[in-house]
């Protein structure tokens, strides 16, 4: 069982390229969830998915895209990558326990773009 | 104003001591609070989770809510080496992570 992965972990772009993160989990949970975090702002939400099939906009969408592949896979991709989005990555999923929510999170992605 | 507000630190204190972190809000919808573990170069991991006011005890780890006073606070007794880590608190108005808050992290650390 090995949770929620991320790949690539660590990736340097340059201004303008395209790429895009991988996540998956094996856990078997409906809820999807791609944040980034940066130094003095806490995790923000970029994008998530409720269910296979289904995607939302979070808090801060603009410049990004995402794929909900199948249950298992949840991707983000950066068009046109910016400066901007230099930041660490996480993908998470989320399982419901009557009251409680835990959400799960992955290694992350260390993106640097120069 | 954010909506969380949590003290960055760095807090260093000594092995055993009793530690204190604290996140206040203004959104009095929040219901659901939660405080995640992050170390460093890893992905959080959720350590307490709490519905409403009231406190929640785990092993070592205390978690309080005070609604009226919209603050809530994680307390470490006999910290460890090992709980160098930063803390991260989290709420919700409702179940479903699309809302989900954060706070900007508690960067902590126990020196043996």
């Known amino acids: 069982n090995a949770g929620v992965t991320q790949t690539p972990k660590f990736q340097v772009l340059k201004t303008g390229q395209s790429m895009t993160l991988q996540c998956a989990q094996d856990?078997?949970?409906?809820?999807m969830y791609w944040y980034r975090q940066d130094p003095g702002m806490g995790l923000r939400l970029i994008y998530y998915s409720a269910s296979e099939g289904t995607t939302d906009k979070g808090e801060v969408p603009n410049g990004y895209n995402v794929s909900r592949l199948n249950k298992r896979e949840f991707s983000l991709r950066l068009e046109s990558a910016a400066p901007s989005q230099t930041s660490v990555y996480f993908c998470a999923s989320t399982r419901t326990s009557g009251v409680q929510e835990t959400q799960y999170f992955g290694p992350g992605t260390r993106l640097l773009v120069l | 104003q954010k909506e969380v507000e949590q003290d960055p630190g760095p807090l260093s204190v000594p092995e055993g001591a009793i530690v204190s972190l604290n996140c206040t809000y203004s959104?009095?919808?929040?219901?659901?609070f939660m405080w995640y573990r992050q170390y460093s170069r890893k992905g959080p991991e959720l350590l307490m989770y709490?519905?409403?006011?009231g406190n929640k005890e785990d092993g070592r780890f205390t978690a309080q809510v005070d609604k009226s006073s919209k603050y809530i606070s994680l307390f470490i007794r006999d910290s460890q080496p090992s709980d160098s880590a930063t803390y991260l608190c989290?709420?919700?108005?409702?179940?479903?992570?699309?809302?989900?808050?954060f706070g900007q992290g508690t960067r902590l650390t126990i020196n043996p």
């Open positions: 709490t519905y409403s006011s």
């Open positions: 856990m078997n949970h409906n809820s």
């Open positions: 989290a709420m919700n108005p409702f179940q479903g992570a699309q809302k989900l808050v």
């Open positions: 959104n009095s919808a929040f219901q659901y």
